[in-house]
């Protein structure tokens, strides 16, 4: 058998980049991170507690949204269903059923109840165009939990 005769170098230059040094890093970091996911507890948000009053207000002035997003505006005391009004009439229609507050005291508050499927978007238009009309004592009406 003829003898193999190599010529000139032994080895030559790659010019590729060596890929197994950072597959090596990546499965040691996959590891760690399946190690860990576990281990972290998912974040709950804590929703606030809502308070009650000892009796509810002697004269208040109720705002309603329907599922339609139609807002009514009633007397709280009053159990009839209420006028039917624009966003841009509310506050004036607010003030005319707070009436006028004597001296030393405060307006009559303001409650605002909405049906469960309307959009949060609805709820917080109303309270801002009662905030911009300067009307004060705002709050909203929520379900008791069960």
Do not use: C
């Not at 003898?3 to 197994?20: D, F, K, L, P, Q």
């Not at 009650?52 to 159990?79: C, N, T, Y």
């Not at 949060?120 to 004592?137: C, F, N």
């Amino acid at each position: 058998m003829p003898a193999v005769s190599s010529r000139g170098r032994g080895r030559r230059t790659i010019n590729e980049i060596n890929m197994v040094p950072f597959i090596d890093v990546m499965l040691v970091l996959l590891i760690i991170f399946m190690v860990t996911a576990p281990l972290i507890t998912p974040s709950q948000i804590e929703l606030p507690s809502v308070g009650q009053a000892a009796r509810q207000p002697d004269k208040f002035v109720q705002v309603v949204i329907d599922k339609d997003e139609l807002i009514k505006v009633r007397e709280g005391s009053d159990s009839a269903e209420g006028q039917a009004i624009a966003v841009n009439q509310l506050a004036e229609r607010v003030r005319a059923l707070q009436g006028a507050a004597a001296p030393g005291t405060a307006a009559a508050p303001v409650v605002i109840s909405a049906d469960k499927n309307v959009k949060y978007e609805a709820v917080v238009q109303v309270m801002d165009t009662l905030q911009r009309a300067g009307i004060e004592r705002v709050g909203l009406s929520v379900q008791s939990s069960r």
